[in-house]
């Protein structure tokens, strides 16, 4: 009886929130960002400070791929150092950011287009941490991850986001975590240095994928194949492209859409983020 309390208590206090939260695609890119302070994390601070604070953050990270679609529901979820290669002080970060098993089954009530798995195991990866310290750096605010059914067409991720549209009006911050353009095998790591360096095939697709954003064309972007060989190039696998396809399903019609970190990186990266509402 006190865990339905609580989440009574919990869900009440969303709905007495009122307002509309924003929907967040965010670029992550290397997982230095999240030690950084550079261009992409001050702004990232900057847009914590703008927006209303969220009773709780769920993030769909490039990062977390399954069989299924899962999301966590521990109290304490673990910190996950998914890569390799990086300086010692970066696999020390620990984000203690806490849980919320009653949203979790709550999200997962939401969805009815399949069965949303609760997940004691994974926790925050780094597509999720690495961001989320920057804009919440006291570790306050629960904190969860969705993961994305690396099986399923990306029409399936946007039916299913659009199933989540709720959790906006309870003051729920969804953030997609991903790259637009990401292809790791072609960057220029002679250029890694050089502000803004991009290939011809990145600036093309990075002003297209805008436009067609901007214009609510989400049919076209998720046929994003049909766009020719720049967007093969842009997303030769579409892990990193999903998160932002969850982001517009969870669009209205009187969203404000905008732009930040509007930048490439490394000639075959592209941080382009975007706020929608």
Same mark, same amino acid.
């Given at each position: 009886?006190?865990?339905? &309390?609580?989440?009574?208590?919990? @869900?009440?206090? !969303?709905?007495? $929130?009122?307002?509309?939260?924003?929907?967040?695609?965010?670029?992550?890119?290397?997982?230095?960002? +999240?030690?950084?302070?550079?261009?992409?994390?001050? $702004?990232?601070?900057?847009?914590?400070? $703008?927006?209303?604070?969220?009773?709780?953050?769920?993030?769909?990270?490039?990062?977390?791929?399954?069989?299924?679609?899962?999301?966590?529901?521990?109290?304490?979820?673990?910190? @996950?150092?998914?890569?390799?290669?990086?300086?010692?002080?970066?696999?020390?970060? $620990?984000?203690?950011?806490? =849980? %919320?098993?009653?949203?979790?089954?709550?999200?997962?009530?939401?969805?009815?287009?399949?069965?949303?798995?609760?997940?004691?195991?994974?926790?925050?990866?780094? =597509?999720?941490?690495?961001?989320?310290?920057?804009? /919440?750096?006291?570790?306050?605010?629960?904190?969860?991850?969705?993961?994305?059914?690396? /099986?399923?067409?990306?029409?399936?991720? /946007?039916?299913?986001?659009?199933?989540?549209?709720? !959790?906006?009006?309870?003051?729920?911050?969804?953030? +997609?975590? =991903?790259?637009?353009?990401?292809?790791?095998?072609?960057?220029?790591?002679?250029?890694?240095?050089?502000?803004?360096?991009?290939?011809?095939?990145?600036?093309?697709?990075?002003?297209?994928?805008?436009?067609? @954003?901007?214009?609510?064309?989400?049919?076209?972007?998720?046929?994003?194949?049909?766009?020719?060989?720049?967007?093969?190039?842009?997303?030769?696998?579409?892990?990193?492209?999903?998160?932002?396809?969850?982001?517009?399903?969870?669009? %209205?019609?009187?969203?404000?859409? &905008? /732009?930040?970190?509007?930048?490439?990186?490394? +000639?075959?990266?592209?941080?382009?983020?975007?706020?929608?509402?």
């Amino acid at each position: 009886m006190a865990k339905l &309390s609580s989440f009574n208590r919990f @869900i009440s206090t !969303l709905n007495n $929130q009122g307002s509309l939260m924003p929907v967040l695609f965010i670029g992550h890119g290397s997982p230095m960002n +999240g030690i950084e302070d550079n261009i992409f994390s001050n $702004q990232w601070k900057e847009l914590a400070k $703008q927006i209303p604070v969220p009773s709780a953050v769920i993030v769909v990270s490039a990062h977390w791929l399954t069989h299924g679609t899962h999301v966590t529901a521990m109290e304490f979820p673990k910190t @996950i150092h998914d890569f390799g290669g990086f300086p010692q002080e970066l696999f020390e970060v $620990q984000y203690p950011a806490p =849980g %919320n098993p009653e949203l979790a089954k709550e999200t997962a009530g939401l969805v009815h287009s399949t069965e949303v798995g609760l997940s004691h195991e994974w926790g925050l990866d780094h =597509g999720t941490w690495t961001v989320v310290r920057h804009m /919440y750096p006291e570790a306050n605010i629960p904190v969860l991850q969705l993961s994305i059914d690396y /099986y399923k067409p990306l029409q399936y991720h /946007y039916n299913l986001a659009k199933e989540l549209y709720d !959790l906006r009006k309870k003051g729920v911050l969804i953030i +997609g975590s =991903g790259n637009m353009v990401h292809n790791l095998r072609l960057v220029a790591w002679n250029k890694i240095n050089e502000p803004e360096y991009a290939f011809n095939w990145a600036d093309e697709m990075n002003a297209l994928f805008k436009k067609h @954003i901007s214009g609510g064309n989400h049919d076209i972007l998720i046929d994003y194949e049909k766009l020719g060989n720049a967007a093969k190039l842009a997303i030769p696998t579409p892990d990193h492209y999903l998160p932002l396809i969850y982001t517009l399903g969870l669009q %209205n019609a009187n969203d404000d859409i &905008s /732009y930040f970190n509007d930048k490439a990186v490394g +000639g075959s990266l592209t941080m382009t983020s975007v706020k929608i509402g």
